[in-house]
């Protein structure tokens, strides 16, 4: 069965502080692995990554793939309390007609 | 719109009412797509859309639940004779495009299903 696995499930850091976020995946035929930012409402696009080893950024943010141990992870710099949110990250699979398949969720709090 | 509106934010029913919750998708996105997050767990997939055609229906329990898109109409995610265990947010989320080229998925804000 295709599974994502999330770690750590919550993580709580101070301003400034440096965090990486984890998702590692099972999925038959893989295409692409997408990270959300959700806070209270709709979960905001944050990278969509679909080769190995090229890191995506965005300011504070990057992350990168690894298709050979099959995970990736999410960095966010110089963290700041509007980083406050759960991080989602989900994969399509090759054949899965677009549908995604979403892990439980990291939940970030950032302390002044 | 240039954002996925859901409507209603809230919906409480009594069990073994119906529920009808409405998504209309980005202007100009072909797909959408339906996922159910019970109790702030995974979201897990329902039901696609391919303009008014389904994509996808691998992930719809078929025997309450149902859904549209019809032309000039929002989506929508009907269901009868709601349980307890169906007391989740719904979230509709729409794409350009669905296979053949990368998309992110834009989401909406979800409804809230209460099933008391």
């Known amino acids: 069965e295709d599974k994502v696995v999330q770690s750590p499930l919550s993580l709580v850091v101070h301003e400034g502080d440096t965090v990486t976020l984890n998702c590692s995946y099972e999925v038959t035929n893989f295409r692409s692995l997408l990270w959300y930012k959700q806070e209270k409402k709709a979960p905001t696009f944050l990278f969509m990554l679909t080769s190995s080893g090229i890191e995506k950024k965005s300011g504070r943010l990057s992350s990168i793939l690894d298709k050979k141990e099959l995970f990736s992870i999410l960095n966010i710099t110089a963290t700041q309390t509007g980083d406050s949110a759960v991080y989602l990250c989900a994969v399509e699979a090759r054949g899965s007609q677009g549908n995604l398949i979403f892990g439980k969720g990291t939940k970030l709090s950032v302390k002044p | ?116």
Not at chain 2, 11 to 38: D, M, N, T
């Open chain 2, 1 to 116: 719109g240039e954002e996925v509106a859901q409507t209603p934010k809230h919906l409480v029913r009594g069990e073994g009412q119906k529920a009808k919750l409405y998504c209309a998708p980005i202007k100009g996105h072909s797909y959408v797509f339906w996922y159910q997050q019970v109790l702030k767990n995974e979201f897990k997939f329902l039901i696609s859309f391919q303009n008014e055609n389904v994509f996808d229906e691998t992930g719809m329990p078929k025997e309450r639940f149902s859904a549209k898109c019809l032309p000039n109409s929002p989506c929508s995610l009907e269901i009868q004779a709601t349980k307890l265990e169906d007391s989740a947010v719904y979230f509709c989320a729409s794409s350009p495009t669905g296979q053949g080229t990368y998309n992110e998925q834009f989401f909406g804000p979800g409804t809230r299903l209460t099933v008391l």
